[in-house]
C-alpha cells in the first residue's frame, strides 16, 4: 500500500507540471501561428490544448483514485481514472477527424506560411512533449489513466515531428502540399494508438473480464483445488486499471468452517498469485443450488430471482 500511495503521489506531481508548461506552450504556440499565418501551428495549440484537457483530467483521476473507499463509494474511486481514459482517447479520435478533414481542405487549396517559424515552434513542443512522455514514464505507473495522457503526448510529439519535417520540406521545394500529406498520415497514426485505450476502458466501464483472463482457465484451476467439488455462477470483472474482482459458489463437502478455511485460503492465494484478483468473494454449497447446473445466468428481468438464492445455503 505504501509503494502504491508513493506511486500515485509521484504521478500527481509529474501531472502538475505538465499541465503548467503544456498550457504555458499552448498560448505561445496560437500567438505564434496567428503571426506566422500558419494553420499547422494553430492546429498543434488546439491539440496541444486537448493535451492540457488529457492532463487535467488524468491528475484529477489519481487524486480520486487516492482517496479512500467511503459508505457510498464502496469500491473506492478507480473508475475515475478509466473514465478519464475513455474520455481522452475519444477526444484524440475527434480531433484526428478534424485534422484529416482540415488537411483535405489544405490539399485542395494550398496557404502559404512562414516555415522558419513554423520549425523552431514545433521544434520546441517537440522536446516539451518529449520531457514530459519522459516524466510520466519514469513515475512507473501502468494505470490505464496514465497511458492515456502518455498517448496523448506522443501523438502531439509525432505531429511537431511532422511539422519539422513538413517545414524544412516547403523551404527546399516550396511544395505546400506536403504538411496536409504529413498530417493526414499523423492522424491516422493517433487514431490507431486511442483505439487501444478506447477498447480497454470500454471492457472496464462495461465490466468485462480482465485483459489476459481467461474464464474456462480460472474455472478449471479453481476446480483442482483441493477439496473443490464444483464451481458455478462466477464472475470476474475489473474494478479499475490494475485491480480485479471476482465472485463464485464454490460446492464443497459439508464439514466445518474450521476445515473449509483451509480450502478458502488456498482458492485465494491460487486466485491471486497465479491470475492477480486479490479481490474475491466465495460462497461455499454443500449441495447444488438453484443455478448449479445452468452456470453464471443472470436474468434480465428478474434480477431479484438471482440474489435470492445466495443465502439459501
Not at 157 to 180: C, F, K, Q, Y
Request: charged residues 15%.
Amino acid at each position: 500500500m505504501h509503494s502504491h500511495h508513493h506511486g500515485t503521489a509521484s504521478s500527481g506531481r509529474v501531472l502538475v507540471w505538465s499541465l503548467v508548461a503544456t498550457s504555458a506552450f499552448v498560448v505561445f504556440e496560437l500567438i505564434s501561428g496567428i503571426r506566422a499565418h500558419s494553420l499547422a501551428l494553430i492546429s498543434d495549440a488546439g491539440h496541444n490544448a486537448t493535451d492540457a484537457l488529457a492532463l487535467l483530467l488524468a491528475w484529477f483521476a489519481v487524486f480520486l483514485q487516492g482517496k479512500p473507499a467511503d459508505e457510498s463509494r464502496t469500491f473506492g474511486y478507480h473508475r475515475a481514472g478509466v473514465l478519464a481514459a475513455f474520455v481522452n482517447a475519444l477526444t484524440l479520435v475527434v480531433l484526428s477527424v478534424w485534422l484529416l478533414y482540415e488537411s483535405w481542405i489544405r490539399l485542395l487549396h494550398p496557404a502559404a506560411v512562414d516555415e522558419i517559424t513554423m520549425m523552431w515552434v514545433a521544434a520546441g513542443a517537440i522536446v516539451m512533449n518529449g520531457g514530459i512522455m519522459l516524466g510520466l514514464h519514469r513515475t512507473g505507473e501502468k494505470d490505464i489513466n496514465i497511458r492515456g495522457a502518455f498517448v496523448h503526448m506522443l501523438g502531439d510529439l509525432l505531429g511537431s515531428a511532422a511539422i519539422v519535417a513538413g517545414a524544412l520540406i516547403i523551404r527546399a521545394t516550396g511544395s505546400m502540399r506536403v504538411d496536409p500529406i504529413l498530417s493526414i498520415g499523423i492522424s491516422m497514426l493517433v487514431v490507431w494508438t486511442a483505439w487501444d485505450i478506447i477498447r480497454e476502458s470500454l471492457n472496464i466501464l462495461l465490466e468485462g473480464l480482465p485483459r489476459g483472463l481467461d474464464l474456462k482457465e480460472v474455472t478449471e484451476a479453481i476446480c483442482c483445488v483441493d477439496g473443490v467439488l464444483d464451481v458455478h455462477d462466477l464472475h470476474i470483472w475489473c474494478l479499475g486499471s490494475s485491480s480485479s474482482a471476482l465472485s463464485c459458489h464454490v460446492l464443497i463437502d459439508d464439514m466445518p468452517p474450521s476445515v473449509s478455511d483451509g480450502i478458502l485460503h488456498d482458492l485465494n492465494h491460487l486466485l491471486g498469485d497465479r491470475f492477480h484478483v486479490h479481490h474475491t468473494t466465495v460462497q461455499f454449497e454443500h449441495r447444488g443450488c438453484a443455478i448449479s447446473g445452468t452456470g453464471c445466468v443472470i436474468p434480465v428481468d428478474g434480477a431479484h430471482h438471482h440474489h435470492d438464492h445466495q443465502h439459501d445455503h
